[in-house]
């Protein structure tokens, strides 16, 4: 779901110099204790954690790998094993993997390991519209909720929603995600591109020009994005044929830089007169580099095409079945084998949980075929919300699976709830069960960003205050 484009004057080849990539992240880790301490307890009582090396995750009951070379399954499975992280990576998964010396041993036992959520397609800003336009379709939503609202923003009522909701997301299980923003003014993105930073979470910035300025893009990726370790940046574009010649600049400014190409695509079935994927098709841009969001409306033609040229497709189950936009045709994505991720999509989730996410993309398969065995099952879902949105954006070789050598960016997930317990299958309960509460620990780059269920460092309570005041005062300029 994004806003509808305004279209701009016909751009030059070179008119946008991007850059993509999610950077290699500087090494991050934890403080370091003698003895193992539970989840939330890094050290001594009200401490901070501290920058470290190294981190032993001792004893968790499950690790879901997602490498089957590591252990049992699709999933790469492993019961009561350990996961040591060091220098941000994934050094070892295994039982009973010994402690390096003066490694901070965490207490995991009881619980599940698993990497972290991949969320290939969000707009954090829309925190502040959250729960509403509740009757509303995609351009009902537009007119009623995004637009109106994005042209308050201020940089201080931006920065507070945008750290909601990345915080949100964190403490849901997020470690990746990308978020597509149309936010123009400099001081705007340098407020947005500050949130984000702030919260520790790994991050693809996708900038959506609205006409040529190579002198505004090269500054958001020089000055305000290429500085954050964990952060980068993606040409964001919307394909239709009444804006293809900013279409065509955008696929070339990512082309010239190596770079993916990030375009909605047929949310709604009106946009069909948009002819996105032709659009796409006839500026060159199918390809491993094009990442499309949505994507329900597509023929069986336009399908094989971008299974042919390996288009990557992030899937938004929750916001296309909040608006009406229909269901994706996810079996035959599969059965072409289009590398599909999960989206959250921003306000249109009304909140971040990735749980919900992968049971509702379950869920509306099955509704469509009334068939239980239609993929994806619950191994499938997994899978796509972790290593398939990594494959998805194409940085499968970094994050995505708990692979020795890869990022250390992983969640411990906590099944002794109301919610979760009493254990049947756990890897069906992830899905079924699970909520965001239940997420007892998140790991990016090897930091600690949630401890013993609670974000660390963080004052919630002054986060949600934060932005409920930006919100009231943007409420007060309508």
């Known amino acids: 779901m994004q806003s509808a484009p305004t279209p701009p004057s016909a751009p030059s080849r070179r008119a946008l110099l991007t850059g993509l990539g999610l950077a290699a992240a500087a090494p991050l880790a934890l403080g370091v204790t003698a003895r193992p301490a ?19 995750l001792r004893g968790a009951s499950l690790v879901l790998t997602m490498d089957p070379s590591l252990g049992s399954g699709p999933l790469g499975a492993v019961e009561n094993a350990d996961v040591l992280m060091q220098n941000g990576t994934i050094a070892a998964v295994g039982p009973a993997l010994q402690a390096p010396r003066g ?8 619980k599940l390991a698993m990497p972290g959520f991949v969320d290939t397609h969000t707009h954090l800003w829309q925190a502040v519209i959250r729960g509403g336009c509740t009757d509303r379709d995609l351009f009902g939503w537009f007119q009623g909720c995004t637009d109106p609202q994005r042209g308050r923003l201020t940089p201080a009522a931006l920065h507070s929603f945008v750290r ?44 959506f020009p609205p006409k040529p300025d190579a002198v505004l893009v090269t500054k958001v990726k020089k000055e305000l994005v290429d500085p954050v370790p964990l952060g980068s940046f993606q040409v964001a574009t919307h394909a239709a044929r009444a804006v293809q010649d ?47 969001n949505h994507a329900i409306h597509l023929t069986d033609a336009e399908i094989a095409a971008v299974a042919e040229h390996d288009v990557r497709a992030a899937h938004c189950p929750l916001s296309n079945m909040r608006l009406a936009s229909g269901i994706m045709r996810l079996s035959e994505f599969r059965r072409r084998g289009v590398k599909v991720g999960l989206g959250l999509d921003g306000g249109t989730n009304d909140s971040s949980d990735f749980h919900a996410l992968m049971k509702t993309a379950i869920g509306l398969q099955r509704a469509r075929a009334t068939d239980a ?40 997930i906590d099944p002794a709830a109301l919610n979760f317990a009493p254990r049947f299958d756990w890897v069906g309960q992830i899905v079924f069960n699970g909520r965001p509460e239940n997420v007892d620990a998140v790991f990016v780059d090897g930091r600690a960003l949630k401890l013993g269920g609670r974000l660390v460092e963080v004052d919630t309570e002054r986060v949600v205050r934060e932005a409920e005041a930006a919100a009231t005062r943007l409420r007060a300029t309508a």
């Not at 490694?103 to 009881?110: K, L």
């Not at 997301?169 to 400099?186: E, N, P, R």
């Not at 619950?378 to 919300?385: F, G, I, Q, T």
């Open 38 to 56: 539970p989840l939330g307890q890094p050290g001594r009582p009200g401490q901070p954690v501290q920058a470290g090396r190294t981190v032993l």
């Open 103 to 110: 490694a901070w041993v965490v207490d995991a036992s009881g």
């Open 164 to 207: 909601l909701a990345a915080l949100d997301a964190v403490q849901s299980g997020v470690t990746t995600l990308v978020d597509w923003v149309d936010i123009f003014a400099y001081d705007l993105i340098e407020s947005y591109v500050r949130a984000l930073a702030g919260t520790g979470v790994r991050f693809a910035y996708a900038m």
């Open 246 to 292: 900013l279409n065509r600049a955008h696929w070339e400014a990512a082309q010239d830089l190596g770079v993916m190409l990030n375009s909605h695509a047929l949310e709604r079935p009106e946009q069909r007169a948009d002819d996105p994927i032709g659009v796409l098709t006839d500026i060159g841009a199918l390809g491993p580099r094009l990442l499309i």
């Open 373 to 412: 065995g239609v993929y994806p099952q619950v191994h499938d879902v997994l899978r796509m919300a972790t290593l398939g949105g990594a494959e998805a954006l194409g940085i499968a070789d970094r994050v995505g699976s708990l692979t020795p050598g890869k990022r250390a960016d992983l969640v411990v």
